[in-house]
């Protein structure tokens, strides 16, 4: 069973194109995450969210934004895409235990090619 | 300012040796969490070790452990008796804070490569 999944899988579309990457966690954790990792292997977090709270990291342009229809989904909607959005962007999900440190689980990311 | 630090970018060890992986974190919260995770080449993160900062013992997962130097702000990743499945890169990562929408940082990543 997988625990944290990522449609699609690869994504190749053009610049100016507006496109969905889909993550769903089975784990029935409370917070999920979108990471962007670059070409160097850097990742870096975009958003984390909970059905309380969004997160927004200020340097994420306003063009990428995560939408939730429920607690198992996180999706990641991109609009006017442009070459630098090419990267593997995973998401990842984790617990919300008050006052203990958890683990995130990640999905096997989607690699996104903009031309 | 970079909170994660991994001064190697690449490492090689023999096949059944043991290998560390440095990590240095800068943080001025009492309380936080360092997490090592693992990207083969097939690219999926996968978790390995979690270590606390009040935690009083280093952490071990089966090969792996955690040499977490508190004072040197350090926490090392020790895995014993390699594997060639091991080749992939890791990643060391912190969390401060309890709160779990505090941002998780990673370093940039070891290249481990096994060799036979």
């Known amino acids: 069973d997988t625990a944290v999944s990522q449609t699609p899988k690869y994504l190749v579309t053009q610049m100016g194109n507006d496109k969905s990457i889909k993550c769903e966690q089975n784990?029935?954790?409370?917070?999920m995450y979108w990471y962007k990792q670059d070409s160097k292997k850097f990742l870096k977090i975009m958003f984390s969210?909970?059905?309380?709270?969004?997160?927004i990291n200020e340097t994420v342009p306003n063009r990428f934004s995560p939408k939730s229809p429920d607690k198992a989904h996180l999706n990641l909607h991109i609009n006017s895409l442009e070459l630098g959005d090419s990267a593997v962007y995973f998401c990842a999900s984790s617990q919300d235990r008050r006052g203990v440190m958890d683990e995130q689980y990640f999905g096997p990311g989607t690699r996104l090619t903009v031309t | 300012a970079q909170k994660i630090t991994q001064t190697q970018p690449g490492m090689f060890v023999q096949e059944k040796e043991a290998v560390t992986l440095d990590c240095t974190y800068d943080?001025?919260?009492?309380?936080?969490?360092l997490f090592w995770y693992k990207q083969p080449s097939s690219g999926e993160m996968i978790f390995l070790i979690y270590q606390g900062s009040y935690d009083q013992q280093n952490a071990t997962e089966g090969r792996y452990s955690l040499n977490f130097q508190k004072a040197r702000k350090s926490a090392n990743l020790v895995i014993s008796a390699s594997q060639l499945g091991d080749s992939a890169m890791y990643f060391c990562a912190m969390r401060e804070g309890w709160d779990n929408n505090n941002d998780m940082r990673f370093g940039a990543g070891t290249r481990l490569t096994v060799k036979p």
């Open positions: 943080t001025s919260d009492p309380s936080y969490g």
């Open positions: 784990l029935g954790h409370d917070t």
């Open positions: 969210y909970n059905n309380k709270e969004l997160i």
